[in-house]
T-cell receptor, first 111, second 114 residues
Framework: RKEVEQDPGPFNVPEGATVAFNCTYS??????FFWYRQDCRKEPKLLMSVYSSGNEDGRFTAQLNRASQYISLLIRDSKLSDSATYLC????????????FGDGTTLTVKP | EPEVTQTPSHQVTQMGQEVILRCVPISNHLYFYWYRQILGQKVEFLVS????????KSEIFDDQFSVERPDGSNFTLKIRSTKLEDSAMYFC????????????FGQGTRLTVV
């Protein structure tokens, strides 16, 4: 089983749609969780951290379920500019150390 | 906005040659990382560096790899004898706090081994 497993995708949605991605992790000792965004052939950029209580940033909502060991990302009112690969990142320590990236889920938003 | 810069953006090298990939982290950052991403695959952690020494490394980071902070501003990754399978995008990242979610990535160096 992979340490971090994401929805395989790709997701193709129309503008304005709501889309959700899931990510599961195998290490129950994992401590910190993040969603990154990666545009084609570019560097990963932090989209948002994921907190136990769930958190929202504009159109983006992240949730963490420790009992089931998964995190999710919800994008509302999707825009063309949201087209990218979304990476789930899990870290088992307080420091960055061996952070584990998921394979990524590709989203294409179409007009 | 401060950024992590990497040079070169693309390097082509012959198998067996040594390469040095260079990174200039954000100036007040204390933690430095190298990751790689083989084309079409996921981002993989290689090594983290703090206080002038390696703090963690992955199984990928074998004896062929080394890192150095030679002059207080640059952070380099050396691959001693490149193999075809070393072809990948190499990302440098730096962080002030050491938390992965607070790490900024450089734009990457695409290494092509022929």
């Amino acid at each position: 089983r992979k340490e971090v497993e994401q929805d395989p995708g790709p997701f193709n949605v129309p503008e304005g749609a709501t889309v959700a991605f899931n990510c599961t992790y195998s290490n129950s000792a994992s401590q910190s969780f993040f969603w990154y965004r990666q545009d084609c052939r570019k560097e990963p950029k932090l989209l948002m951290s994921v907190y136990s209580s769930g958190n929202e940033d504009g159109r983006f909502t992240a949730q963490l379920n420790r009992a089931s060991q998964y995190i999710s990302l919800l994008i509302r009112d999707s825009k063309l500019s949201d087209s990218a690969t979304y990476l789930c990142v899990v870290n088992s320590g307080a420091n960055a150390g061996k952070s584990t990236f998921g394979d990524g889920t590709t989203l294409t938003v179409k007009p | 906005e401060p950024e992590v810069t990497q040079t070169p953006s693309h390097q082509v090298t012959q198998m067996g040659q040594e390469v040095i990939l260079r990174c200039v982290p954000i100036s007040n950052h204390l933690y430095f990382y190298w990751y790689r991403q083989i084309l079409g695959q996921k981002v993989e952690f290689l090594v983290s560096f703090y206080n002038n020494e390696i703090s963690e490394k992955s199984e990928i980071f074998d004896d062929q790899f080394s890192v150095e902070r030679p002059d207080g501003s640059n952070f380099t990754l050396k691959i001693r004898s490149t193999k075809l399978e070393d072809s990948a995008m190499y990302f440098c990242a730096s962080s002030r706090t050491g938390r992965v979610g607070e790490a900024f990535f450089g734009q990457g160096t695409r290494l092509t081994v022929v």
